[in-house]
C-alpha cells in the first residue's frame, strides 16, 4: 500500500477548480503520492481507495487525469482521443471484473471503489442513460446486499432495472445478472419464493447466451440450491449442486487438457484453439473458489443426509484442478489424497469413468511435480 500521502491546500488551486476526494465528493486535503492524480478528503478513504480499487489502477489513471499537449494534426488528435477511449475502457473492464472478484471474496466494502470508479467511467464515456452502467449499479448493489444495506441494494438494483426496461436491445447477459442479483436480495429478505422466481429468470437469460451447462450459468443454479437448504429441501440442493460441480468439473477438466497440449509447445506463443474461451479471469477464479469450496463443506458436513460418493469426488477434484491451475500444489496434494481416501474407503461406489478422470488428472499432477 502506499502508506504516504501528500497533503495539498484546496486554497492554492487554481481558481475555478476543486479537488475532491475520490470516494465521496468532499474537499480533499490529501492526494495519491504515486500518481498524484487521485484526491482524498482523509486518510481513511485513501486507504480504502487502496485496498478496494487504486492499487490496481494507479499509473494507469494518470494519462487519463493529466491534460494532453496541444497538437495542430487532425489526425493526431485523432488517434490520442481514441487512446483516451481505450484507456477507460481498460479501467472499466478493470474495475468492474476486480469488484466482481471482491465479491466473491465477500470483501464488501472494498468492491464499493471498485464499483463508483467502474460508474465514474462508464458515465463519462457513455452517458448518464447508457446500458453501460447497469453492471456497476449490479455490483454496487450486491456489495450493498452483503453488507446488510437492503434498502440501497435495492435503489442500486431498481435504477438497474430501470435503465434494462429503458433498452429493448438489452444483452441477456445483463438481464441475467440483474436476475441474480434480484433473487439474492429476496433471499436476504426472507422471501424465498420470489427469489426462487428470479434465479430461474437469471438461469433463463443466461441460458440463451451460453446454455444450460456453462459456467456462467451455474450461478443461478447454486443460489438456488442454497435457498432450497434453507428451505429444508436437501433432495432439490443435491440436484442443483451436483448439476453446478459437474459444469465446474468439465470446464475445468478441458481448461487443463488445452494446458496440457500448450505445456511443450516450442513456441510460447502459440494457443490451441479454444484456451482463450477456457481460460478464467480472476473473478472467475474467486467465484469457483467460493462455490466449489461451499459445496465441499456442505458435503463434508452431510448436510444433504446423504453419502454421495461420486459428488464427494466430483467436487474434491474439481478444487484440486482448480488449484493446480492457481499453482496452489499444497492443496492439490492435500484434495488428491481425500480424493484417495474416498476412493479406498468406497471402491465398489464410485463411477468407473470418474475414477479414470482422476487417475489421469493425479498422472498429469505427479509428472509435472516430480
Avoid at 495519491?32 to 486507504?47: A, G, I, L, M, S
Avoid at 490520442?80 to 472499466?92: D, H
Avoid at 436476504?188 to 447466451?209: G, P, R, T, W
Avoid at 460418493?309 to 474434491?316: E, G, M, Q, R
Wanted: charged share 20%; net charge negative; with cysteine.
Amino acid at each position: 500500500m502506499a502508506t504516504t500521502t501528500t497533503s495539498i491546500n484546496p486554497l492554492s488551486n487554481p481558481k475555478g477548480t476543486k479537488k475532491l476526494c475520490e470516494l465521496c465528493q468532499k474537499p480533499a486535503y490529501i492526494q495519491c503520492p504515486n500518481c498524484r492524480v487521485t484526491y482524498y478528503c482523509d486518510k481513511e478513504h485513501q486507504k480504502l481507495d487502496w485496498d478496494g480499487i487504486h492499487a490496481e489502477t494507479c499509473q494507469l489513471l494518470i494519462p487519463l487525469r493529466t491534460p494532453l499537449p496541444f497538437s495542430s494534426s487532425a489526425d493526431e488528435r485523432a488517434h490520442r482521443e481514441q487512446q483516451q477511449i481505450n484507456r477507460q475502457k481498460q479501467i472499466i473492464e478493470l474495475a468492474r471484473t476486480h469488484g466482481q472478484k471482491l465479491l466473491f471474496e465477500s470483501r464488501y466494502d472494498l468492491v464499493v471503489p471498485a464499483a463508483m470508479l467502474c460508474l465514474k467511467f462508464s458515465i463519462g464515456l457513455y452517458g448518464l442513460n447508457s446500458i453501460e452502467l447497469v453492471p456497476s449499479y449490479l455490483l454496487l448493489g450486491e456489495a450493498s446486499i452483503g453488507l446488510g444495506r437492503l434498502k440501497q441494494g435495492e435503489d442500486y438494483l431498481s435504477q438497474a432495472q430501470w435503465t434494462v426496461l429503458k433498452t429493448p436491445e438489452c444483452p441477456n447477459q445483463i438481464k441475467s445478472k440483474l436476475y441474480r442479483n434480484l433473487g439474492l436480495l429476496h433471499a436476504a429478505k426472507n422471501n424465498y419464493s420470489e427469489a426462487l422466481l428470479q434465479l430461474a429468470n437469471d438461469i433463463y437469460h443466461s441460458s440463451l447466451v451460453y446454455g444450460t451447462d456453462h459456467i456462467h450459468t451455474t450461478g443461478g443454479y447454486f443460489h438456488m440450491a442454497n435457498i432450497f437448504l434453507k428451505q429444508g429441501s436437501p433432495e432439490k440442493s443435491l440436484s442443483l449442486y451436483e448439476q453446478v460441480v459437474s459444469v465446474w468439473f468439465t470446464h475445468l477438466s478441458l481448461l487443463i487438457e488445452e494446458h496440457e497440449k500448450t505445456a511443450n509447445l516450442e513456441d510460447p506463443a502459440a494457443i490451441v484453439a479454444g484456451q482463450d474461451e477456457l481460460s478464467l479471469d480472476v473473478a472467475q477464479e474467486a467465484e469457483a473458489k467460493l462455490v466449489l469450496n461451499t459445496i465441499q463443506t456442505v458435503v463434508q458436513e452431510k448436510i444433504l443426509h446423504k453419502e454421495d460418493y461420486d459428488l464427494t469426488i466430483k467436487v474434491y477434484s474439481a478444487l484440486a484442478m482448480l488449484y493446480y491451475i492457481l499453482n496452489d500444489n499444497l492443496k492439490v496434494i492435500e484434495l488428491l489424497n481425500a480424493i484417495k481416501k474416498v476412493i479406498d474407503n468406497n471402491p465398489s461406489e464410485v463411477n468407473a469413468k470418474l475414477l479414470e478422470s482422476c487417475q489421469q488428472f493425479r498422472q498429469i499432477v505427479e509428472k509435472n511435480l516430480s
